[in-house]
């Protein structure tokens, strides 16, 4: 049952909690494993198709060590991920218990790179490769996680699911015909709608006379009233100087910020490969942030917001007028913003004329990496049959709406939604944690399952109207190892290079009489040969 907590408390934690819980506890490991955790199954009643296959005895028990990133729902409604219903029902079902491995919100990537330099891995990584420098690709190159692609006989639903269609094989094998993870899918390979855009105070706009702003004068436009009417944020700017998921670039022509802040290195035009800090339009980028900095329209302590809590702190503020973020948080905003008048609506991604059709924005895949097995593992079997029932149709189901049908409701047409208990709880959480909280890690999706009323829908679709993604690269294209080794070389300095640079031009200590300089020691650094490198790899996927 949901702990119920007041306001006050919810709020805390929602916008300053992201606690650490390091899953100790889970208890003893009870089984007789061998060393590749076969200790034999037991299948229970089959004609139920609520009920599982045990992956150990009746009676007793056994224990995987699971790596994953945070969510806000950890400290909210629960101490861990072991306290969602669908993870209960799991544990239940199968007689695996999860001790789970939870880094601090913002630390993921030191976490993780210090698990793996200790040499002490857990069984199972969740979405470690959003995080690993070469991504999850990378950490089976680098002898972290195994090859998917050999265990297949082994794992009857994953190979069901993935033979289904041939994007899903195209996107999860490598060229050489390795699988880095279990990759996950979208039910029917239709891709979610984003929900993740640019926000901005209506109640502002409407104060200060102005609609939502479509254009980047328009943009600069609103803020300069914002800031004129008080406003000590006009626009919160993620610490690196470039919104998530190329919110504010895709208008000028380029990608570069993939969702987790760090550099999505390339996109590529007409299948040929492009570097955004060599572009025109970065440096107008640049130039803009600039001079909206100096005018004090943008935070000036923008380097703060370094993690999710940090920007959550400011995202309800009344002296905060707009940022790039879940538009789900609208929704959200009215029921803890310390301001009652205070109500958000999305602005679509700015462009240069109105009308402008933008080619690059959130990445839109009907198939991403997800969980991938240990190469130490000493229970690989049990690992392997406890990931491959994630595949399986009661646990699809399961995994997207939760093993309690009181949250969640059949339409007419067969199709699933949650209901009011998840998207207007009435002990005042956030919809994003019910779900959470219900549901777990589906590896296959439901589409838009998370988007619960009309508004968001609409805006969601507009949104990607004007975005057809003609720029993105898949994250599935693969580096051979010796073009790994260019990569690895090279691309790291520049990396560090560009983004100190690019927070100094923002900020007015760099000048950019000298930005041909700087262009120029990009090129220096090695730039065109990891570019020749990423062209080769493109070309061989673009064959697939």
Known sequence: MVKKRGLTKIVTAFVCGLLIFLVTGCGADSSSQNSNGGSGSVVLDNGDPTKLRRLVPEGQTATLKVWRPTHTAIGTL??????TLFNK???????????WIIPVSGTEADNLAMLISSQEYPDIFFDAGLVYPTGAYGLMKDGVVIDVAQYLDKLPNYRAELERSDIRKKESYSDTGEMAAFYRFMMNDEPNSTDYGLLIRKDMLDKVGKSIPETYDEWYEVL?????????????????????????TGGLGFGYMNYGGSTQ??????GKVRYAPLEEGFKTYLQMMNKWYEEGLIDQDF????????ELTLYFD???????????LADVARQIAPDPSMEFVSAPHPVVNKGDKIHIGP???????GAQISSKTDKLDLALQWLDLYYSPDVILASNFGPDPSYYEQRADGSYAFNDKVFNNPDGFAPVDMMMYVADYPMVNYKDRSIGNEQLLGWV??????????????????????ENKVYASIMPGIIDYVEEMQVKYIMGLESFDGYDAFVQKIYDMGIEEVISVYQKALDRYNSR
Not at 78 to 83: A, P, V, W
Not at 89 to 99: A, L, P, S, Y
């Open 78 to 83: 629960m101490e861990s991920f072991s306290d």
């Open 89 to 99: 029902w799991m544990e239940e079902q199968t007689g695996v218990k999860i001790e």
């Open 224 to 248: 300069k009233e914002f800031k004129k009417a008080g406003l000590e944020r006009p626009y919160l700017l993620n610490s690196t100087g470039f919104p998530k998921l190329n919110m504010f």
């Open 265 to 270: 290195p390339f996109y590529q035009v007409d």
């Open 303 to 310: 380097l703060s917001l370094n993690s999710i809590s940090a």
């Open 318 to 328: 009344p002296n905060s007028g707009s940022y790039a973020a879940p538009l789900s």
């Open 363 to 369: 990445p839109a895949s009907p198939v991403f990496a």
């Open 461 to 482: 679709e507009e949104n990607n109207k004007i975005n057809d993604n003609a720029y993105l690269i898949s994250s599935s294209l693969t580096l051979s190892d010796e």
